[in-house]
């Protein structure tokens, strides 16, 4: 009985029963008003009532049978033969990038007041991945939750690359939502977390709130499931056969892995990446991080680099005003340059237009600790930590930075072991100055040597350069690194 009510509801059965009710009632009420003014005959109130009760029936086999879509009428139940005829009336055309669909999630907590909690969930995520710069969002419409069960074109019928399911269980006041990402195209399942929640009487929004934050960071910012994923896929494809999107996802290996091979490469893909489509602004804004370091690492340099950087990340402000991405790739640009109160307004701007991507989140916290707002930027770094657990390494390199700030170089060194991907020259001079400082001579030996395999020539003088570049607006903590690098470098 439980399950044909729930294919009544599914069916939409019952709404067309109540709206056929009040369709009726309406109905009789005019037929009365107007039978008495017109002065029909008694049969004409029989006629009408006849008619009504005869469609009635009618009606709900009618709704029973098909349903109504945004590709007109079709039949509501359809077996596995029909599912690649359903895949061609459905399928649409998204822009190139990464594509996801938002599917209802399921309440598993046989507690009808719950459904609405589920819906308003649904929502809430697909609403903040819609705000997500790069990623393509569409609702899963009419196809139901179980037919992600049944058929594996629900992604082409969508056009859509990756669903997101999940279900939402409610007992007394212990909340469990469980979410997971599965490739369409190959339905392997990508991601998966469950969020345990206790709920107080006034703890409701705050909580869905904290599970749909962490869901659209883990999945929807650049250091997320999908593009990690894209990126990939695509780093070592040819860039002479890549679109301006698989051009950018091809840019994003070098923020993993910071060398001057990856560098290169990322420049390369972005400049086709606009020269293919002039009006992506997203791979202009890139390419002012890629041109900032040609300063800031010494990678690839080409002259002129911090001005092409500030020219083309107002390029890309230019063609997306509103894009937070944009905002705070140019806040970066301003902070390399040195210009404070610049980057203080665009990182501020960005934060204004989302202040729930974790890679806006722990950028612009990273710098604005350097700027000399530590504990503001710090305090955005631990939120964007809470967002998204797969950041990347160097947020525990700023937050070492900031201990190393307040004098605590034990708490420095514990930040800066936490990290997984150490070789690139920044984090090896912390490295070497953190342990110095904390009397480890052997390993900050170590990584001496490390940097010598990168960076044959570091110096005393190549060390207070790199600061210089990074900590504009930081003497203290330079001269703190200093003071550790003394007697392990040469000068």
């Not at 359903?86 to 190139?96: C, G, I, N, R, W």
């Not at 939750?145 to 669903?163: I, T």
């Not at 051009?247 to 390369?268: F, N, P, Q």
């Not at 729930?356 to 939120?383: I, P």
Request: aromatic content about 10%; charged content about 20%.
């Amino acid at each position: 009985m439980t399950n044909f009510w729930a294919e009544l509801l599914r069916r939409k059965v019952v709404r067309v029963a109540i709206a056929y009710a009040i369709g009726a009632w309406v109905l009789l009420q005019i037929g009365d008003t107007l039978i008495g003014l017109l002065s029909l005959p008694g049969w004409a109130g029989q006629l009408l009532v006849g008619v009504i009760a005869v469609g009635f029936p009618i009606a709900l086999i009618l709704s029973w049978l098909y349903d109504w879509t945004p590709m007109g009428v079709r039949r509501a139940d359809r077996n596995a033969d029909d599912e690649s005829t359903v895949a061609h009336e459905a399928a649409v055309t998204l822009p190139p990038g990464p594509s996801i669909a938002v599917m209802p999630f399921k309440n598993l907590s046989g507690d009808a007041d719950q459904e609405l909690f589920a819906q308003s969930m649904t929502n809430d995520i697909l609403t903040g991945l819609t705000q997500s710069s790069s990623l393509r969002v569409v609702a899963s419409g009419s196809i139901q939750p179980e037919d992600v069960m049944k058929s594996a074109n629900v992604g082409k019928a969508l056009g859509v690359r990756y669903l997101l399911q999940g279900t939402v269980n409610k007992s007394g006041d212990q909340l469990r939502v469980t979410a997971q990402l599965t490739d369409a195209s190959s339905n392997v399942q990508m991601w998966s977390d469950t969020y345990d929640k206790q709920l107080t009487a006034t703890s409701l929004f705050d909580v869905q709130d904290d599970i749909r934050q962490q869901i659209v960071a883990t999945l929807g910012d650049f250091h997320g499931v999908i593009f990690s994923s894209e990126t990939e896929k695509n780093v070592h494809r040819s860039t002479k056969i890549l679109d301006a999107y698989e051009c950018l996802s091809v840019a994003l290996a070098y923020d993993k892995y910071l060398t001057e091979e990856y560098h290169l490469r990322a420049r390369k893909s972005l400049e086709r990446a606009v020269k293919i489509d002039p009006q992506f602004d997203q791979a202009w804004a890139h390419l002012s991080w890629i041109y900032t370091d040609e300063v800031v690492f010494g990678y690839n340099p080409l002259p002129n680099s911090m001005q092409r950087a500030l020219g083309v990340a107002k390029r890309a402000i230019e063609i997306a005003p509103n894009s937070y991405h944009d905002h705070w790739l140019l806040s970066r640009v301003y902070y390399f340059r040195g210009e404070k109160e610049l980057f203080l307004a665009e990182s501020q701007k960005a934060l204004s237009l989302n202040s729930n991507d974790g890679t806006t989140l722990g950028l612009v916290g990273g710098y604005t600790a350097l700027s000399g707002e530590w504990e503001r930027g710090v305090a955005l770094l631990r939120k964007a930590q809470i967002l998204n657990p797969r950041h990347p390494d160097y947020y525990f390199l700023f937050l070492s930075a900031a201990e190393l700030h307040h004098g605590d170089d034990k708490a420095a060194l514990e930040q800066l072991l936490k990290m997984t991907f150490i070789e690139w020259p920044l984090a090896l001079l912390f490295l070497m100055a953190a342990n110095a400082l904390t009397d480890n001579a052997a390993d900050a030996s170590r990584y001496r040597e490390m940097l010598n395999r990168i960076q044959p020539d570091a110096t005393l003088t190549f060390a207070d350069e790199h600061f210089r570049n990074w900590f504009p607006f930081a003497k203290e903590l330079r001269k703190t690194l200093m003071r550790g690098l003394q007697g392990i470098l040469p000068a």
